[in-house]
């Protein structure tokens, strides 16, 4: 596997000290998670104990890296869904509209081919979701073609609603799913971002899609999903005599795929740098998951590269 920077998150707690309504001047303290870290010492040395990673940081060293940040911009990347729940009530009636054949005349548009031309540069970071319609074949040759099509279209439809409410881009449509990528500029938020996509991908399937299918005598669906994060290229792929566009191509894309395929129906799986670089809220809730014989991607050091389960709770 491709070499990969080592990412190190670390997660605090903001204070805010003063907020000035006429400058916009926040002030705040940042203090580190109690949840992950505690203070303590080594060999007679105060630190920082990270229970996560099971890291100690030097006290000096930390301060020293604190003061690193100083003039370091902060990006604020919020989510575009204020609530799932809502959001997936107001996805209904036009669920419906789509599986019944009546959706209004698309507009082709591709946000995605914008959004890679604009970049300055052809090598940035990402995470890669690769999300995959589990048993589509069975019901490609068991449904009525007409019917199969509005299914699917559906779905898909549906699933790459979700993906720029939380600032990625479907890259591309792989006929039973689809592979989404979140950029930079904050390596740190897309993580985030690209997991809470993923639990609404689920979400909307389980508690508003099967639902409906189930009403207008469609067979229910389920989805998996694979996760991986680091830096890929933007590179241009095929021919003007037939169809050329931009593409990301990295060692992150073909793992998020076959992180994918290792996930059971309904699982979210992610590689190692995704689950590191996730808020610890969120790495409470992922288990390693044993891949077995087949897994031989392995890291730079050559220790296999590890695979985790996000445990979905709803």
Known sequence: MAERQNRLRMDFVMKVLSFDEESGKLTFKLEPDP??????????????????????????????????????????????????????????????????????????????????????????????????????????????????????????????EVVPKFRGHVLKYTGDGLIAYFPSPSFITMNDLALDCALTMRQ?????????????????????????SGEAYVVTVGSSETKKHLDVIGGIVSLACKIQAIAKPGEICMGETTERNLHVAWRQLCEPVNCGANWSYKEPNGELYRIFRFKVTY
Request: charged residues 30%; proline residues 5%; aromatic residues 10%.
């Open 35 to 160: 949840r992950r870290y505690e203070w303590t010492e080594l060999d007679g040395e105060p630190g920082l104990y990270d229970r996560l990673d099971k890291a100690f940081f030097p006290k000096k060293v930390f301060f020293e890296s604190m003061k690193q940040m100083e003039g370091l911009p902060i990006y604020h990347q919020p989510q575009r869904i204020e609530n799932a729940d809502a959001y997936i009530e107001s996805r209904i009636s036009q669920i419906v509209q789509r599986l019944e054949g009546n959706e209004e005349t698309p507009r082709f548009e591709d946000k995605s081919e914008q959004f890679l031309q604009s970049l300055e540069c052809d090598r940035l970071e990402f995470v890669i979701a690769s999300v995959d319609i589990v048993g589509s074949t069975h019901l490609a040759t068991t449904l009525p073609q007409a019917k199969y099509a509005r299914l699917i279209g559906t779905v898909l439809s549906e699933l790459a």
């Open 204 to 228: 909307l399937v389980h508690n508003a899609i099967n639902p409906l299918l189930k009403r207008m005598n469609f067979p229910v669906i389920d989805i998996r999903i694979g996760l991986d």
